[in-house]
C-alpha cells in the first residue's frame, strides 16, 4: 500500500476572496483500491467549497487524486481523508465532498463529509 502526499496539491490566490462563491468540482474517474479485495473501487467525487484566500489548482488535484489508485482504504476512510488534505491546501471557509462509488455485489454506497471553519 503506498502513502498518499498531500504536498502535491497546488494552490493560487482566490481572485474574489472578499465575496462568497460555490466552486463545484466533478471527478468521475475516481479509483482507490478495496483493502480487503485489492480489487479497485471507482466512482464519481463532487467537491465543492467556498474558498477563503486560496483555491486549488485542479491538474495537481488531478495529481493527488491519481494516488488513490494503488492506495487500500474503505470508502470512509478515503473520503475524509481527500477532505483533510484539501481543507490543508486550502483553508477554505467551507467544503464538502460526496463520494459516489459504483455498485459492487448489488449495493452502491455514497459518502459525504464537511467541513465548515
Same mark, same amino acid.
Not at 472578499?18 to 482507490?32: G, K, L, M, V, W
Not at 491546501?89 to 463520494?99: D, G, L, N, Q, Y
Given at each position: 500500500?503506498?502513502? @498518499?502526499?498531500?504536498?502535491? @496539491?497546488?494552490?493560487?490566490?482566490?481572485?474574489?476572496? =472578499?465575496?462568497?462563491?460555490?466552486? !463545484?468540482?466533478?471527478?468521475?474517474?475516481?479509483?482507490?483500491?478495496?483493502?480487503?479485495?485489492? =480489487?479497485?473501487?471507482?466512482?464519481? %467525487?463532487?467537491?465543492?467549497?467556498?474558498?477563503? =484566500?486560496?483555491?486549488?489548482?485542479?491538474?495537481?488535484?488531478? %495529481?493527488? %487524486? =491519481?494516488?488513490?489508485?494503488?492506495?487500500?482504504?474503505?470508502? !470512509?476512510?478515503?473520503?475524509? %481523508? @481527500?477532505?483533510?488534505?484539501?481543507? &490543508? &491546501?486550502? !483553508?477554505?471557509?467551507?467544503?464538502?465532498?460526496?463520494?459516489?462509488?459504483?455498485?459492487?455485489?448489488? @449495493?452502491?454506497?455514497?459518502?459525504?463529509? !464537511?467541513?465548515?471553519?
Amino acid at each position: 500500500m503506498s502513502e @498518499i502526499s498531500r504536498e502535491i @496539491i497546488e494552490t493560487f490566490e482566490n481572485p474574489y476572496s =472578499q465575496r462568497d462563491y460555490s466552486i !463545484e468540482t466533478i471527478c468521475p474517474e475516481f479509483t482507490s483500491m478495496c483493502p480487503k479485495t485489492g =480489487q479497485p473501487d471507482f466512482g464519481t %467525487l463532487t467537491i465543492t467549497y467556498v474558498a477563503d =484566500q486560496k483555491c486549488f489548482e485542479l491538474k495537481s488535484l488531478k %495529481l493527488y %487524486l =491519481q494516488q488513490f489508485r494503488n492506495y487500500g482504504a474503505f470508502y !470512509e476512510n478515503v473520503t475524509n %481523508l @481527500i477532505l483533510d488534505d484539501l481543507v &490543508a &491546501a486550502t !483553508e477554505p471557509r467551507s467544503m464538502k465532498i460526496v463520494a459516489e462509488f459504483t455498485s459492487r455485489g448489488g @449495493i452502491r454506497t455514497n459518502v459525504t463529509v !464537511e467541513y465548515r471553519s
